[in-house]
């Protein structure tokens, strides 16, 4: 089946296009067909292209909207540019979409009738920024390629709908959970659920003999506990803002520090919000980059203080979090590191399993140092708790959703 897998944003949209069926996904042979990206939509649009495994091609165009952006995409899969990555605009047997948000509603990947679309609305209030912009990409779809063309939503949150309800609820009044849902959603849950499935491959284990702890470390990081194959506890909360310090976000800090930076500052609740989500993080710390690599060359190079306390910050924070999963499910049997920062950086993995030998967890130093961008176990032979680099690909797990749910598969995996 050929999937056009879309994540839509408000301004942009990134797309692949996978052919997979249940065999493929069994033997991990799915076929990307091609895959690229458009930014500023609205204007004279910057547009990515990449067909097959050649070489990325870069061009601009003047595209007013998502519907746009779409057709834009369709033209040129069709094309002779593309390799003929489709023969027609039928050989596009189904469409796959990220939506960031279900809420309470959704609890895995749907097929989207009128019904869901209702529900993805009902959560615009929870991921105002988001919702809205997976909406277009949906309606943008739908308008392109027809009505008869089945599109399916997979949720960033529908992963970590099976954390118990003493991990998910915060220890506020309980009526605003009741009027308003104010509870711990966890975002990422395409990425940890696609890194547990790989590793549940490679290692030969049933799901329900799987506990792991995964890391999703990019410019957004998160980690999750897994136990039994399902999500029970994970660091992101109400909003992605909550749990590890990121590249341009907090993480986890004391809420009594907004009313204190208002009064010093006289920020209003909004403005402190931004600054949490945009200019906190990697970047506050450090106060030049949010990017990682830029960062370990400054500490490195030019042995910048705040770019070292940045990353250690960044560093103790993932560990305090692998220890109190660990503790949570009572040990594990690997620690996953997926992600930019996770699958590309051997220092920083080093610097975050750091001192963590009594809990059995070594790693080889060559093999860590190898594992750049591709997966491999980076731990000893002998370590009793195992550590992995599985690079993530949500938009495969897009697909393969996309694939169950058209033609009834089983959707546990």
């Known amino acids: 089946m050929n999937v056009l897998v879309l994540n839509v944003g408000s301004s942009s949209l990134k797309f692949q296009l996978v052919r997979t069926d249940a065999e493929r996904m069994s033997a991990n042979t799915d076929e990307k067909l091609a895959r690229g990206t458009i930014e500023r939509l609205g204007g004279e649009s910057v547009i990515s292209l990449k067909a097959g495994d050649g070489p990325s091609t870069k061009t601009t165009a003047p595209l007013r909207d998502h519907r746009a952006a779409v057709e834009f995409i369709m033209r040129w899969l069709v094309s002779d540019e593309s390799g003929g990555a489709l023969g027609g605009r039928a050989d596009v047997e189904a469409v796959g979409h990220r939506v960031v948000h279900g809420g309470e509603h959704f609890t895995r990947s749907v097929l989207i009738d009128d019904t869901v679309l209702r529900g993805i609305e009902e959560n615009i209030d929870l991921a105002p920024l988001h919702n809205p912009a997976n909406l277009k990409g949906i309606a943008a779809a739908r308008a392109v390629l027809g009505a008869g063309t089945p599109q399916v939503a997979v949720f960033d949150t529908a992963f970590h709908q099976t954390l118990p309800d003493h991990a998910y609820l915060y220890a506020i009044p309980y009526q605003f959970y009741r009027r308003y849902k104010v509870r711990r959603y966890g975002f990422h849950g395409t990425s940890h659920r696609y890194v547990a499935h790989r590793w ?15 890391l999703h470390l990019g410019n957004g990081c998160s980690a999750c506990a897994i136990s039994g194959g399902d999500s029970v506890d994970t660091s992101m909360g109400f909003t992605p803002l909550e749990g590890l310090v990121m590249g341009t976000r907090s993480g986890d800090v004391d809420p009594a520090v907004l009313e204190y930076l208002s009064s010093k500052e006289g920020m209003t609740m909004s403005e402190a919000e931004t600054m949490l989500n945009k200019s906190s993080g990697l ?4 106060g030049l980059t949010h990017d990682m690599r830029e960062l370990l060359a400054e500490a490195e190079e030019h042995d910048d203080r705040r770019a070292r306390l940045a990353i250690e910050i960044f560093c103790h924070r993932a560990r305090k979090y692998i220890g109190a999963y660990l503790a949570e499910m009572g040990g594990a049997d690997a620690v996953v590191f997926a992600g930019g920062i996770g699958e590309n950086a051997p220092t920083v993995r080093a610097r975050i399993v750091a001192g963590l030998d009594w809990l059995g967890l070594t790693l080889d130093a060559e093999r860590n140092a190898a594992a750049v961008g591709r997966e491999g176990k980076i731990s000893t032979d002998d370590a009793r708790l195992a550590a992995w680099v599985i690079p993530t690909d949500e938009e495969l797990l897009i697909a393969r959703d996309t694939v169950r749910v058209v033609t009834g598969a089983p959707a546990r995996f």
Not at 200 to 214: E, F, P
Not at 283 to 286: A, D
């Open 200 to 214: 549940r491959q490679l290692t030969g284990t049933a799901r329900d003999d799987t506990r792991l702890v995964t």
């Open 283 to 286: 970047l506050g710390v450090s």
